[in-house]
Structure formats: C-alpha cells, structure tokens
C-alpha cells in the first residue's frame, strides 16, 4: 500500500535539505504543498522545486490559514487529511512538504492527529529536516548550547510574566513568531538586560537572509512572518 511521507524540506536552502528528502521528493507521483491562503504561493514548494518534475508529478497546494488562535480551523484540517489520505487509498505515495522540521511546530503535525485517529491503516514516515533554530544559530555564529546549559523553544505568544520567568530559567531562548510582537519583546529584552544578547534572523537560508544584532534598528518596522529570536545570556 502507498504511505504517505511527512517531509522537512529545511529552513530556504534547497541544499540543506536531506539526500533522503531529496530522493522521496523527486520520487513521489504527489506533492502537497502547503500555503497560508488560496492566492499565496508556498514556501515549501519553492524551496523544493528544483528536484520536481511536473510532467509526472501533481502537486496538490492546501489552505492552512496562519491564525493565533486555531478555532474554527477544523474544517480546513479534515478537508486537507481527507484529500490526501483518498491519494494512498488510490495507491499513490504523497510527500507532504514542510519548511523546517515536521515534528516541530509543522503544519502537518494538525493532519498527523487526525490521520492517527481517522486513518490509523495509512503508513507515515516522518523524514527530518534541518529547522530554521539550528540554521539560524549557524548564520549568526551563535550557540545553542553546551554542557548542562538550558534551553527553551517557544512561541512569542506568552505574556511579559512568563517570559521573564523564562529567561531567569533558561540559557539560551528561542522565541519563534516574534514579527508581531517585536516591540513588546524588545522592551522586556531592554528591561532585562539582555538586548545586546539577542540576535534577530530572518528567512535563514534563503536570498533575503537578515542576520540582525542591533535590535533597535528594527523597532516600529514590519516584519517577517519567517523570523525568529535567539536570546543567549
């Protein structure tokens, strides 16, 4: 019976991604691709479009609107889960695609749920990739972690409260999301500390790469969805 492949395609650089990524790609008669809305192009299959071949290919783009919060967002998941589990059943392999890793705030990890408990006969194999943490750790020349240090990986959605008492336990923060409460971050970084001890990075691995240390330059700009902050103390 056909599975279905859970992809992470890295972080923007088509290089980085796995030989073992690459070869599922390349091989898969269905690509899914997902994107944020029906007139937005995807990420994911950007980076991977150099390994496609669309006269033997179909690539299926799914809608996974990007919102806080995820109420009233069932319906999208069951569609997309319905629509690519029907693909196996036919005896086609699928790679799904996803920027980063899939196991780590992915897109697929809402299907995988549903795929778990509606779908438990489908295969799934999960293949790794490279996430933007550790790309964006490379790109500024700043480590993670080393010896007994802690580190923490979390949404930019927690209040000024909890992310203190994240920064008095943690070593090393990663804050992902930040574009949209930048400010509010940066105010409570000054507030700390620890402003000189961030770095902001966006869209790691691609063309418009940014590796910023000097936060303040970024204060009041709009930015990228695709951006994250490393905080290590």
């Not at 790609?25 to 390994?51: K, M, N």
């Not at 790309?135 to 000024?160: F, H, K, Q, S």
């Not at 070593?171 to 961030?198: C, P, Q």
Request: proline share 5%; with cysteine; aromatic share 8%.
């Amino acid at each position: 019976m056909a599975k279905i492949y859970a992809v992470g395609v890295g972080p923007g650089d088509p290089e980085l991604l796995t030989r073992k990524a690459e070869r599922i790609i390349r091989q898969a008669p269905v690509i899914c691709a997902p994107t944020g809305a029906a007139d937005a192009a995807s990420y994911a299959l950007s980076i991977v479009e150099p390994f496609l071949d669309r006269s033997r290919q179909r690539i299926i783009s799914q809608v996974f609107p990007m919102k806080k919060e995820q109420a009233g967002l069932d319906g999208f998941w069951d569609k997309a889960a319905a629509e690519v589990a029907e693909e196996v059943r036919q005896g086609r392999d699928v790679a799904f695609i996803t920027i980063g890793d899939p196991f780590l705030y992915s897109t697929f990890l809402y299907l995988y749920r549903i795929f778990r408990e509606r779908h438990p006969e489908i295969a799934i194999e999960i293949v790794p990739g490279i996430s933007s943490i550790n790309a964006a750790a490379a790109a500024a020349g700043v480590p993670l972690g080393m010896a007994a240090e802690r580190i923490a990986i979390l949404p930019t959605t927690y209040e000024d409260d909890e992310l203190r008492q994240t920064f008095a336990d943690f070593d090393t923060v990663i804050l992902m999301k930040v574009n949209r409460v930048f400010d509010r971050v940066h105010a409570l970084l000054k507030e700390l500390g620890l402003a000189r001890s961030a770095v902001f990075i966006r869209r790691v691995g691609s063309s418009e790469e940014e590796v910023v240390f000097d936060l303040e330059r970024l204060v009041g700009e709009k930015l990228d969805y695709l951006s994250l902050l490393i905080v290590r103390k």
